[in-house]
């Protein structure tokens, strides 16, 4: 696999002698190498690695063959990831028949959004008959103070009307973002490596890792929040692709055929509407809709976009890349993506704001005609705003002064190594009920754990080193695109440390952790063009580890799928004292 970095060959036109590689430049010899290209048109978009002749030539596929293999592979290879993880996810989706750990909270309030537009209080003994009746139950009438905003139970909800308000209803969506999420994973990750086999390697990793699987089992809203910011991510990998490809369509041809830089082209082309841009704010709005932490991930995108159009015509030829059209366009994404992605948030409490504004609407619905009546510029706002700013308000004091201690809250210290997991489901069945074997012996283990694949993350924290290394020492574009969507989604919690949070909240990093074990794996394999030795070292040793991976998930499957076990395998399974 190449690199594409986007920053010029520095040393082209120097003498022999000023071309000797310093110590910095061997250093960076590690991993992938940039080959230097004289056509600016392929360092802006560069082409897909393709797979060598003589694998074909060995495996004996006709070149006529191996031709159209290639080209299918580009979606047959993603499809048939996503069709093993599908196959997973679904599998026995509503077992267990219970309603676990925050599924209390979202499945119940998903069903009174889809039927009454907000949410409402429940009685005590609500799960117990929802799953008696197969979800045949009245919905209350009386609002309910919640702290998220409506669009992931929206989501939860569509499966419910689909499929009934039971365990496998309010689970159907989520497992189903869960599975195009290993999809859109394998086609991100081919797109920004140039390689169809990282690509679904990325896709793969994601389809065995734990905490990913098991949030695709569960109706919560981080499911649904991670999907939508993939979702925005591949859009914005697009929008970068399609941008630099306009600029290296506008750059001067040279009489050999090959583009060259040109400084007055690279600082004043217009790169055009991008749609892809804001697709990528709707989503983001989307995920702000579920989670309010997408507000941090929104703001870090726009960020990364922006060093993207620089970074595209400094290669273009921009001596200052700070031209009055970059300036332009990097304010109009700001606004534009912040607007969006706002308005999309407004929309998203549509049911909330028509609900009744006579005490019997949601929750606060009212509030701007009663208690927050009068004042000198109330007059400036609709009612309903001000009652939603209210509301809004009181939810952001709620989530900066949680500190009520939970059994399985954790510190994000402890989030890379799978310090503290989360126990959503544990039942202790006799020997001959629930699956526990007859000749257990004694009573089984039946649990439902949020851990991510431990040997996954594992590799993930030397991964992580790894990109930090490419962006900084390489200013490679994918490291720092890599890095930059797990800092979004796992810095930001370190604000709150004293707040109680939960290592499942990292979900919404997981798809990144997985391309930053693929580009680990690529450079364990080696770039091409190397010799037939290292490149099978590379390949032995990247398959062995791959294939620990997914035995490691196996072995954790029955945790992960509710499975009655032993309680001797049980504690087997527990290889730290904080798992339990």
């Known amino acids: 696999m190449t690199s594409t970095a ?27 190498t940039a080959q230097p290209r004289s056509d600016v048109r392929e360092r802006l978009v560069p082409p897909y690695v393709q797979p060598s002749p003589r694998v074909w030539q060995v495996l004996g596929v006709p070149p006529t063959l191996a031709e159209r293999i290639t080209r299918w592979s580009a979606w047959g290879g993603p499809l048939l990831v996503t069709l093993m993880a599908g196959v997973m996810r679904f599998w026995h989706l509503g077992s267990p028949k219970a309603v676990i750990f925050d599924e209390t909270y979202y499945a119940k309030d998903a069903w009174a959004l889809v039927h009454r537009g907000f949410e409402v209080n429940w009685d005590k003994n609500a799960n117990d008959l929802i799953l008696q009746t197969n979800g045949h139950v009245r919905i209350p009438t009386d609002a309910a103070y919640v702290v998220h905003p409506p669009v992931g139970k929206y989501v939860i909800g569509l499966g419910e009307m689909l499929f009934g308000f039971n365990p496998f209803g309010w689970r159907f969506m989520t497992a189903l973002l869960g599975t195009l999420s290993v999809l859109m994973l394998c086609r991100i990750g081919r797109r920004i490596f140039r390689s169809t086999f990282l690509g679904c390697l990325a896709g793969g990793l994601m389809a065995v890792d734990g905490l990913a699987f098991v949030m695709a089992r569960t109706s919560l809203l981080d499911g649904v929040l991670m999907f939508f910011v993939l979702a ?21 041809v040279g009489p050999d055929g090959r583009a060259r830089p040109d400084a007055h082209i690279a600082a004043t082309t217009w790169l055009g509407l991008r749609p892809w841009r804001w697709a990528a704010a709707l989503l983001m709005g989307l995920a702000i809709g579920t989670k309010w932490n997408g507000l941090y991930i929104l703001a870090a995108f726009i960020v990364m976009t922006v060093l993207w159009d620089v970074g595209a015509r400094r290669v273009a030829g921009a001596g200052r890349p700070v031209s009055p059209m970059l300036v332009a366009e990097s304010v109009g994404a700001w606004v534009a993506m912040s607007t969006i992605a706002v308005a999309v948030y407004l929309a998203s409490w549509t049911g909330w704001i028509l609900s009744p504004t006579n005490g019997r609407g949601g929750y606060f619905r009212n509030w701007a005609a009663t ?21 809004e308000h009181e939810v952001y004091e709620f989530h900066r002064n949680l500190h009520s201690p939970h059994t399985y809250m954790s510190n994000p210290w402890s989030w890379l190594v799978d310090g503290r997991p989360v126990s959503y489901f544990y039942e202790s069945p006799s020997p001959g009920k629930d699956g526990c074997p007859v000749d257990a012996g ?7 754990l949020a851990i991510g694949t431990p040997l996954l993350w594992w590799v993930a924290c030397f991964a992580v080193l790894y990109i930090l290394w490419r962006w900084l020492m390489r200013r490679d574009w994918r490291a720092g695109a890599i890095a930059c969507g797990i800092a979004a989604g796992y810095l930001p919690w370190f604000l ?8 499942f909240y990292a979900v919404v990093f997981v798809p990144f952790l997985c391309l930053a074990v693929a580009m680990l794996l690529g450079a364990i394999i080696g770039p091409p063009g190397s010799s037939d030795t290292r490149r099978v070292a590379g390949a032995t040793g990247a398959g062995v580890l791959v294939l620990l991976i997914a035995w490691n998930f196996i072995y954790f499957w029955p945790l992960y799928t509710g499975t009655a076990i032993p309680i001797d395998d049980w504690r087997s399974r527990m290889w730290l004292d904080t798992w339990v």
Request: proline letters at 6%.
């Open 6 to 32: 986007s920053s010029p060959d520095t040393r082209q036109g120097q003498s022999p002698q000023d071309q000797r590689p310093s110590w910095q430049q061997r250093l960076h010899r590690f991993g992938y």
């Open 232 to 252: 925005a991510f591949g859009c914005l990998v697009i929008d970068r692709d399609k941008a630099r490809a306009k600029l290296a369509a506008a750059l001067p």
């Open 371 to 391: 208690d927050g009546k009068g004042g000198n510029w109330t007059w400036l706002f609709p009612d309903w705003w001000r009652s939603l700013w209210h509301y």
């Open 442 to 448: 004694q009573k089984c283990a039946r649990e439902v």
């Open 496 to 503: 709150y440390q004293e707040r109680t949070i939960f290592f």
